[in-house]
């Protein structure tokens, strides 16, 4: 976490006085725009199940969108006016997993568009698809080159794996040349690497108790690759008992983990490291409600139902949370 600025000497103090909040705003923020994309997606799926007025779904993506774009200038204006904190961030061994929210928001963006702008989505999707393969690379030869240690280890690791299976998503949407290898390509990676990398973290979330209370949210990171599998693999393929498995063994998993992150916010402090349960948590309740429409039974389309719900819930909490820090001009504390 940045250090606060009554802990800084007084000649940085007076420096970052004068830079402003965007000194303590994290790349990690881009977490935001994912959610709404998320949320998004999952509504547009709510109005072809049950007739859900498409509005909500599509003002949750423009929203994501116009999220997107604040976000990006500002951190911009970070890199621009104090790029030593951007490259703090960069080398840092934690916090560099976090520069996956911006690749991973760009590519989501481009299915946000898909329905009404085709080369303004292309764009988008071939800019956040060249940044995911580029900056998936980049942390795996940190992994297999560097010496790592056990502090580094978050969930946060897996956005070098989500960040390529979220690629098909707006790939099959806009069928440009070369989508579907490029689809096979990215569930191949999604599968070989995604399935190690989740148990080195749930073992690693077993047997180490020093992960601050502001990091455990992102411990729902575990629960994407289930939905976000199961998507792109059956948007990709089809459906079948391979994916079936896949997305059982995510909602076996995902109370206990959901459960533990409800506890860890009721005892502790909103920080803004809470955005990074947000995508995850939609993105595996869009996995049900795909699954649901690929198996339409009660049981399906009742969980489908209550997981978009309880995301909503959860976005907008936090998105409330955020605005009241805004207002109360305590927003840089939280980071």
């Not at 994912?34 to 993506?61: K, N, Q, T």
């Not at 390509?185 to 690497?193: D, K, N, P, S």
Request: hydrophobic share 55%.
């Amino acid at each position: 976490m940045t250090k606060h600025i009554e802990v800084i000497q007084r000649g940085e103090r007076e420096r970052i006085r004068r830079i402003g909040f965007v000194h303590f705003m994290s790349i990690s923020t881009f977490a935001a725009s994912m959610g709404y994309c998320g949320l998004c997606f999952g509504w547009r799926m709510a109005h072809d199940l049950w007739g859900v007025p498409s509005i909500i779904g599509e003002g949750f993506g423009m929203f994501a969108l116009l999220l997107y774009v604040l976000i990006f200038v500002r951190y911009f204006q970070k890199w621009r006016i104090d790029a030593a904190a951007v490259l703090a961030e960069w080398n840092s061994p934690t916090k560099v997993n976090f520069f996956g929210t911006f690749n991973v928001s760009t590519v989501l963006l481009a299915a946000v568009l898909a329905p009404y702008q085709h080369t303004l989505a292309s764009f988008f999707w071939y800019a956040g698809m060249i940044l995911i393969m580029v900056f998936s690379w980049i942390l795996l030869k940190h992994w297999l080159y560097d010496d790592q240690v056990v502090e580094s280890v978050t969930p946060a690791w897996l956005l070098a794996v989500l960040g390529p299976i979220t690629i098909p998503v707006a790939g099959n949407m806009l069928q440009n040349p070369g989508f579907h290898d490029i689809s096979v390509f990215c569930v191949a990676i999604g599968l070989v690497t995604g399935i190690p990398v989740i148990a080195l973290l749930f073992t690693h979330s077993i047997f180490s108790k020093h992960v601050p209370d502001a990091v455990q949210p992102s411990l729902m990171i575990l629960m994407a690759p289930f939905g976000m599998g199961y998507i792109t693999y059956t948007s990709t393929f089809h459906a079948d008992i391979f994916t079936e498995l896949f997305i059982n063994a995510g909602i076996f998993m995902f109370w206990p983990v959901v459960l533990k992150i409800v506890h860890v916010m009721r005892r502790s402090t909103f920080c803004m490291g809470w955005w990074a349960c947000s995508f995850p948590t939609m993105a595996f309740a869009n996995g049900v409600l795909h699954y649901s429409m690929d198996y339409p039974v009660f049981w399906t389309r009742a969980l489908g139902l209550g997981l978009l719900l309880f995301g909503t819930t959860l976005i907008l909490y936090l998105s409330i949370k955020t605005l009241y820090a805004a207002y109360k001009k305590t927003l840089w504390r939280l980071y």
